[in-house]
Nanobody, 117 residues
Framework: QVQLVESGGGLVQAGGSLRLSCAAS????????MGWYRQAPGKQRELVAR???????IYADSVKGRFTISRDNAKNTVYLQMNSLKPEDTAVYYC???????????WGQGTQVTVSS
């Protein structure tokens, strides 16, 4: 029904930047929100940022001022610009979407972000 494909992860030094992309396809009408979550080894998955259908955005306190979520509706793509990266940002980053027509959350396969000190 819905496919989410992340890209843009990699290895970067502390202080560097990366931009993640999430390309959505399938039944992607009536979006409630799309967002990025992350999961570090031994930790629970946590919210990083979300963007709602009206454009409102929310961020985890730990990334405020450093990360920016945005979307390109024409390309059905959501981005996460990550600046001033820290070693504690190291995690697998997952794209998430939910829709008015379904109670389910949809997830991408994840992309690894590693920040070296």
């Amino acid at each position: 029904q819905v496919q989410l494909v992340e890209s843009g992860g990699g290895l970067v030094q502390a202080g560097g930047s990366l931009r993640l992309s999430c390309a959505a396809s399938g039944s992607i009408f009536s979006v409630n929100a799309m967002g990025w979550y992350r999961q570090a080894p031994g930790k629970q998955r946590e919210l990083v940022a979300r963007i709602f259908s009206g454009g409102r955005t929310i961020y985890a306190d730990s990334v405020k001022g450093r990360f920016t979520i945005s979307r390109d509706n024409a390309k059905n793509t959501v981005y996460l610009q990550m600046n001033s990266l820290k070693p504690e940002d190291t995690a697998v980053y997952y794209c998430n979407a939910n829709f008015e027509w379904s109670p389910n959350n949809y997830w991408g396969q994840g992309t690894q972000v590693t920040v070296s000190s």
